[in-house]
């Protein structure tokens, strides 16, 4: 059963849970002076309007009526009871998913791609320059700069360039220059931190261009925050006055917060986060201040981290490998409003073709992560004979990603 | 904007055009006696069940419930109001199109997957062959024989199993077993017309296996009427007495049928066929029966073909590469119902990355060939002044395609 909002039900502010969390944010610190940065510190990067966001203690922020335009393009996006998947399982739960696999990019990462290629358009910004990996946020910063007429350089993980040539002509469809990084060093299979010291540099050395991130900060959360809004209403057409439990997969914290932040505030709703045993930043790493990439350019943030010199193995869920974790989902982690779980690739591929062999849908491996951990709870559910509403977000298909599912249908998956 | 509709609101009979088409539909003829084809001699391939719909004279067919709760899995799906891409046009037409993308599989195939595994596994089948050329109806069958919890054997054309894995991958993620065709010549690069005769021998070979077709069918056109019948409601959500001209691209028919036989009793209504100018069917083939596949194996229809012999170039829209044409669809163009038009694939690609760049969906190469009719269509409006409503079927998503998008951007397209 699926659950649709019309276009004029679609929220039109974004939630700001800044002032609702548990604790007050640490300050981003200045990577040289080690002082809280200030909004001169951020323009080389960023237009003004994203910098005030990302510190704003409004509770609600107006969408813009342009960025509503684009994001009509394919929202609302529908919430969907998982009623196959619960009667394979046998579950007592109700399984309910946000699909935000419908974006023309595949992902929820054009909901922060719009509104920061329509605020640095605004601004005057020629050109935006960002990192990727497997390519999911380079594809989507590549879609919303070609609806704004803003050129976009997206550099490339180089071992994705050469490996994952798809995400790369989807960038390029939509008139995106896409190179491979590290770019001083063609030897090098590259990594997400390295790639972002290539995009950074790019835009503070160039005038008419900034950088755009695609998940960790405030204002990218804070673009996310349409899905769990939207979610809200739609479980109330289903009836259900709450959930019990909102899971999503945990890398930098975009997907998960856009559907957990609406959240913070009902004290009965269990949040959870999933990531990768083989980059188990929220269940392992460290609370401390450190920086969001490799090279040591961009401000410090005050967040779990396994060291901004971590190189997490080659998994499949590309968008789960990050050293470190958005600020805001590290704060809840640390005050204990949030959960962490972590599994190896293996059983979160197992739970995404028990999903596709029921719901028909082809997962991401990333929101194989979330699965798994849905699934688990709906058996512990079943165990304990209780009803139980499980919301989760089903951040991405898989149809870029099938060499993943390839390997593990023939065991070849290396089950980090 | 896009016009939704309630899953209560989708339809329950699905509309069959016999009794409404201009001249009655000549009878398939047996292979070997040329007499026409009963029951009996399809019973080792169909089930009754579907025998009948494929000569029914009945202009209703109710889909059965189990149906339904599948179909409900994606449908009913959007009907959209391309806004941008009518405003960079500058045109004075309204354009809307229907999105099939959005199934499991990405395409219209599951429309009648589901109803063809539904039926065999009514009248007891175990199994299920079929062909598939790049793959869109193979994964679709995949899908659905796992939902029915039937085994599901793919011939899939030795070229493209080869070069083009992931929909194979997309197949066995559902369960399928993936073999290349031909199976008896590992040297052959393979046609759909080998591969089916591959499929047809495994299904009379065995007794607990049917054989399944994609698409040429009047069956399958019947499935597809879901599309056709929900836009109509749509449009009249939108406003829309009627639209002017409904435009779908053509290989064996099905997508296309889908969407205009609904229409074919609306006299002012305008249908027109799509197909590539390397494999005219339509536009420059002979009207005369003609074999489904190359071996002749199966019964002679009467049709537009351009051979049983005929293998068409190995353009990208590989759903596009048959010899032959639905007796429905044909039978409408021979009559002058419907307008056929055929283009080379560089100028579909044109148009398949406008409509990305616009609308932000990247098409399948098969849509491509309806949206460059719609643009040519939209831009001829323009130039009488009119206001012209069109309506297309977008069949497919492009995200196992994108190697074709590589060859166009970087100009390796050979423009056939």
Known sequence: MRYLLSEDQMPTAWYNVGPALPEPLQPQLHPATREPVGPDDLAPLFPMALIAQEVSADPWIDIPGEVLDILRLWRPTPLVRAERLERALGTTARIYYKDESVSP?????????VPQAFYNKMEGSKRLATETGAG???????????????????????????????????????????VPSPVDDPESPGS????????????????????????????????????????????ALAGEARPDVVIGSCGGGSNLGGIALPFVSDADVRLVAVEPSSC?????????????????????????????????????????????????????????????????????????????????????????HAIRAVIDEALAAKEAGEERVILFNYSGHGFLDLSAYDDYLHGRLIDA
Not at 207 to 226: C, I, K, M, R
């Open 105 to 113: 990019a595949g992902s929820h990462k054009p909901n922060t791609a």
């Open 136 to 178: 999911q946020w380079g594809s989507a910063l590549a879609f919303a700069c070609r609806q704004y007429d803003l050129e976009c350089k997206v550099y490339m993980v180089r071992a994705s360039y050469d490996q994952k040539p798809y995400r790369r002509i989807l960038m390029e469809a939509w008139g995106g220059e896409v």
């Open 192 to 235: 997400l931190g390295l790639a972002i010291s290539d995009a950074v540099r790019d835009a503070v050395t160039r005038e008419d261009t900034h950088y755009a991130l695609g998940s960790v900060l405030n204002h990218v959360l804070l673009h996310q925050t349409v899905i769990g809004l939207e979610a809200k209403e739609q479980l």
């Open 280 to 368: 188990p930043t929220l269940t392992e790493g460290t609370f401390e201040y450190d920086f969001g990439d490799a090279a040591g350019m961009t401000p410090l943030m005050p967040m779990y981290t396994l060291g901004h010199a971590f190189v997490p193995p080659s998994i499949h869920a590309g968008g789960l490998r990050y050293h470190g974790d958005s600020p805001i989902i590290s704060s809840l982690v640390k005050t204990g409003r949030m959960e962490a779980v972590a599994y190896p690739q293996g059983k979160t591929f197992e739970a995404a073709v028990q999903f596709a062999n029921t719901e028909g849908k082809i997962p991401a491996p990333e929101t194989g």
